[in-house]
Each structure stands twice: as structure tokens, then as C-alpha cells.
């Protein structure tokens, strides 16, 4: 980081700004093509730090996670614009998170429930959820294994 004096290395207050975060974006390469996606997440730091979404069993996210697991992730919370007297002292205040790792498909069962729970503990605070089959059956979910993240505050 550029800004020494903004980046937060402290894995608590970046655990917090992940647990104040309502979406993550994921960006994803394939040749010289960028793809970015916003998407709901769980964080767990249980057997290494993992993050969670779930998706469709088909699409361009799954398509290009065949080609390359290798994906950035960033999340950011608290925006609050400051302005000022000339157009470029204006600017905007915010905590965020940015990191890389490895994307897979999970296949377990047990392990693609506990990846759910996970997505829905973030947002409805519980852990335990129960889940139709049918629904089940359509859904993927992915994981994605945080190699490296750092956080920034402005």
C-alpha cells in the first residue's frame, strides 16, 4: 500500500469491516478480460480463512473459475463523502478490505450446507438453517480461500 498511514493490518478491525460489509465484489480474470461481480457472503475463519457465496450451477462466474481460480475480492463500509471550497478537496471516507485467494466449487453436501449457514449467519445472525432440497439441488456454493488480505481506512 502506497499510504502506509491508511492500511489496516490489524486482523480484528478487518474482521470487523467484514462483518459490517453487506456485499462482496469478486473480480475474476480470463485472458485479458476482467470480471468483477458483487455478491452475498459468509466469512469463517474456522480451518483457515474462507469466504462463502452461493450461485447458479451454470454461468459465467463458473465458467471462468474453471479457467482460473485465482480471484481478488474487496468489501467496503461507512461512506462518508467530506467536501470542501475546490472541486478536488472533496473526497470520500470509508473502511475497506481487499485480498486474494483460491475459488472452488463445493461438493459435500455437509459442506455445502455449512457454506451456507455461513452466507446466512452474516446476514441473519444464527447458524443452524434448514434448506429445501429442491433449492438445494439448483445452488452452488463457492469458496473461496483467503491467501492474503489487507485492509485501508481513508
Known sequence: M???EREISDIQEIEEIISKAETCRIAFADNNMPYIVAL???????????LFFHCAKEGKKLDMIRKNNFVCFQMDIEHQLYTGINGCDWGMKYRS??????ISVV???????AG????????GGKNDY????????RT?????????MTGKKC
Open 2 to 4: 502506497r499510504r502506509n
Open 140 to 148: 452452488n456454493v463457492l469458496c473461496l480461500e483467503i491467501k492474503e
Open 107 to 113: 461438493t459435500g453436501i455437509k459442506e455445502r450446507k
Open 40 to 50: 452475498n457472503f459468509g466469512y469463517s475463519k474456522e480451518s483457515g480463512n474462507k
Open 116 to 123: 451456507l449457514d455461513c452466507i446466512m449467519s452474516h446476514y
Open 97 to 102: 478490505v481487499l485480498g486474494f485467494g483460491n
Open 130 to 137: 434448514s434448506y429445501d432440497d429442491r433449492v438445494l439441488n
